[in-house]
T-cell receptor, first 113, second 118 residues
Framework: RKEVEQDPGPFNVPEGATVAFNCTYS??????FFWYRQDCRKEPKLLMS???SGNEDGRFTAQLNRASQYISLLIRDSKLSDSATYLC??????????????FGKGTLLTVNP | DAGVIQSPRHEVTEMGQEVTLRCKPI?????LFWYRQTMMRGLELLIY??????IDDSGMPEDRFSAKMPNASFSTLKIQPSEPRDSAVYFC???WGTGLLTSGNTIYFGEGSWLTVV
């Protein structure tokens, strides 16, 4: 099983739609979780952290399910500008004072007018 | 504020040539990461430095790849000799801390170096 797995998509949705992405991780000892966004031919940028209790930032909602080892991202009222690749990120303690950061391959979202 | 600065932005080189990619992390950050991104494999961590010391280089593909961080404000990733399969986008990133990302500590990427080896 891959360390971090995402549905690659693509997801094609109309403006205003609600879309959800899931991400699963293999190591139950993983400690922190994030969603990054990457626009075409650009660098990844932090979208939001994912907290155990779930968290919301405007139209975006992130949730963590430690028992099932998955995180999710929900986008409500999608905009054309939401079109991007969404990367799931997991941090795992790797010994000493070191941590390993693993990215999923990303889910491509296209929002259509 | 200046972000992570990488150079060159684009490079096309012939197989067998040496390639050197450069990175200047955000001032004050003490962790530096080199990633490679391809369509097939996604974003892969090559090597990670903390306080200029290489901590984890398990992602470095083979002996043709080497990375150095001579001081807190500069790092290089060298490929010698380069091969067509090295064609990818190479990202440098930096963060503050030991590499554990928390809600208060995130990783910032440079714009990437787009490498094509022909």
């Amino acid at each position: 099983r891959k360390e971090v797995e995402q549905d690659p998509g693509p997801f094609n949705v109309p403006e205003g739609a609600t879309v959800a992405f899931n991400c699963t991780y293999s190591n139950s000892a993983s400690q922190s979780f994030f969603w990054y966004r990457q626009d075409c031919r650009k660098e990844p940028k932090l979208l939001m952290s994912v907290y155990s209790s779930g968290n919301e930032d405007g139209r975006f909602t992130a949730q963590l399910n430690r028992a099932s080892q998955y995180i999710s991202l929900l986008i409500r009222d999608s905009k054309l500008s939401d079109s991007a690749t969404y990367l799931c990120v997991v941090t795992l303690y790797s010994g000493g004072s070191n941590y390993k950061l693993t990215f999923g391959k990303g889910t491509l979202l296209t929002v259509n007018p | 504020d200046a972000g992570v600065i990488q150079s060159p932005r684009h490079e096309v080189t012939e197989m067998g040539q040496e390639v050197t990619l450069r990175c200047k992390p955000i001032s004050g950050h003490n962790s530096l990461f080199w990633y490679r991104q391809t369509m097939m494999r996604g974003l892969e961590l090559l090597i990670y430095f903390n306080n200029n010391v290489p901590i984890d280089d398990s992602g470095m593909p083979e002996d043709r790849f080497s990375a150095k961080m001579p001081n807190a404000s500069f790092s290089t990733l060298k490929i010698q000799p380069s091969e067509p399969r090295d064609s990818a986008v190479y990202f440098c990133a930096s963060s503050w801390g030991t590499g554990l990302l928390t809600s208060g500590n995130t990783i910032y990427f440079g714009e990437g170096s787009w490498l094509t080896v022909v």
